[in-house]
């Protein structure tokens, strides 16, 4: 990816000359620049005796010292990462990239850093946004980046019990293209999916957009193979078992600081026939979640599911000659489904019996259709905002039906507090249960001349409404380190204590990712 921006560097351009109005308009605007690449502060290369052994372990030509690479895997890409990298700032940089290929050269790579006090930072595909990539250097002999991107392997398929090995450096895509060749698909395609990485999706308990038909990634996992400082890890012999707490569930959600996940073995579903996009329109974001809710409920859910709110709606889903007219009002939502040709009529039926009876508007194909060309587009407007000044950010959350709208209007208060009037906030709900949802909210501001600090305070105020008013930090983000304050005060004195003993178990130095997830 970019080094300063999300995705491909060939899809990076200024902010369109409408757009650039509009925004110009109800927010202000100010060119603000990143610097040269070649001006990025790094950290030093690792010592050369170090260096030598990392190349006994994996080869020669699989260490990498040059700035380009190192600083291509410095942070993760969101807004406050981005800020540093753009003012110059790569001081989280590994001091070397390492690329092993086997399970044993991961073993070998954690057992040298035991010994040489050197800290070691998972690398998939550099999505995070939460600081899950930026180690704690104090103490530590240096810094590598053990990039996985050798581990791209379809392992296994097993047709009688529709699982498939995968290794864990295999971006979405490649993942899913390896699949379609069998006839199969995951079904996992989260908005970071063309650069996200199989091993990252466990990691973080990842959510994908077809969460309501698939389900998120850990429940799609039945088995893992993970290198730890105390050896190795399997697990998953069976689809369920009652051979005490699931250990799977322990690694899921550990951010590489329990141990590298080696392969990982996922239900799979046969590659679906017909995929197929609808829109409704609802009165409001109340009687559409109200809706999600029944379907919920009622167990007739279609593959996506997804709801913006009427700010949302009206900037991000209208049509152009909508936006801000009457025709902009309420909110949209997007259901869609995938399957066999009967299934997916049978299904789509159900649902529209269902949200035609409770007053929403079918709006048809095409609007449904538009949402899933741009799937992925959205993280190139955050970078083209930056680019004139506008702070851009995302948090996300989930709670409890009977709380859904007040977590909502306490995280969008608390964001206007911090950052001003002029700050324009956006949510949407896209992964649904029958107790409750996630809230998935876009921040856009003036940027001030310290913008680092002014996010930094917005985030907080946000992140306390959310877990002071009973919701959760994060539904898919994950923990890295800045959620790390507000993961103690969720699961509480006694949940700090069990991960921090199982820390201290399975990596009694402390090379695996220190400073992140553990309170």
Request: include cysteine; proline fraction near 6%.
């Amino acid at each position: 990816m970019h080094w300063s921006r999300w995705g491909d560097p060939a899809h990076a351009g200024p902010l369109a000359e409408s757009a650039h109005t509009l925004v110009d308009t109800f927010i202000g605007t100010s060119d603000t620049p990143a610097v040269d690449p070649a001006d990025v502060r790094l950290s030093a290369p690792l010592a050369p005796e170090l260096l030598a052994e990392l190349e006994a372990i994996v080869g020669s030509g699989h260490v990498l010292t040059d700035h380009e690479s190192r600083l291509l895997r410095t942070r993760g890409k969101s807004t406050p990462d981005l800020l540093r990298l753009r003012a110059g700032d790569g001081s989280d940089s590994p001091d070397a990239v390492v690329r092993p290929s086997t399970h044993d050269e991961v073993v070998a790579l954690i057992d040298w850093a035991v010994r040489r006090h050197v800290a070691v930072v998972p690398f998939g595909g550099g999505t995070s946004v939460v600081g899950g990539l930026a180690a704690k250097r104090d103490g530590y002999a240096g810094v590598i980046s053990l990039d996985l991107q050798r581990f791209d392997k379809l392992v296994e398929v097993d047709r009688t019990s529709m699982t498939a090995v995968l290794e864990p450096g295999l971006r979405g895509p490649a993942a899913e293209a390896l699949l379609a060749a069998e006839g199969l698909t995951l079904g996992h395609f989260p908005q970071s999916f063309q650069y996200a990485s199989i091993g990252g999706f466990a990691v973080t308990r990842s959510s994908g957009q077809s969460s309501a038909g698939y389900g998120r990634f850990d429940s799609l996992v039945v088995g893992l193979k993970v290198a730890t400082p105390q050896g190795t890890l399997e697990l998953g012999n069976s689809p369920a078992n009652a051979a005490g707490p699931d250990l799977r569930e322990v690694i899921m959600g550990s951010e590489g600081a329990f141990g590298v996940v080696t392969a990982v073995r996922v239900r799979v579903r046969p590659l679906p026939e017909v995929r197929t996009y609808e829109a409704w329109r609802w009165g409001s974001f109340t009687e559409g979640a109200a809706a999600m809710r029944t379907l919920a409920q009622a167990g007739v859910m279609p593959t996506v599911l997804r709801l913006s709110d009427e700010n949302e709606t009206a900037i991000n889903l209208a049509k152009p000659s909508e936006v801000g007219g009457e025709s902009a009002g309420g909110c949209l939502m997007i259901t869609g489904y995938e399957g066999t040709p009967a299934a997916v009529e049978a299904k789509r039926l159900a649902v529209t019996a269902i949200l035609g009876g409770l007053g929403g508007e079918n709006q048809g194909a095409d609007s449904g259709q538009a949402w899933s060309d741009g799937r992925f587009h959205g993280p190139y407007l955050r970078d083209s905002l930056l680019d004139v000044g506008v702070l851009v950010e995302t948090m996300e959350t989930v709670t409890f039906w009977s709380n859904l709208d007040h977590v909502y209007t306490s995280v969008k208060d608390a964001l206007v507090g911090a950052l001003g009037e002029a700050t324009l906030v956006l949510c949407h709900i896209s992964h649904v249960y029958e107790t409750g949802a996630s809230l998935y909210f876009t921040v856009a501001t003036k940027a001030s001349d310290e913008p680092l600090p002014q996010w930094l305070a917005a985030k907080a105020a946000a992140s306390d409404a959310m877990v002071h008013n009973g919701a959760s930090i994060t539904h898919h983000h994950a923990v890295g380190q800045d959620h790390k304050p507000w993961l103690a005060e969720e699961i509480g004195p006694v949940g700090v204590q069990i991960l921090r003993a199982v820390k201290a178990e399975l990596d009694p130095t402390g090379v695996l990712n220190p400073g992140v997830l553990i309170p």
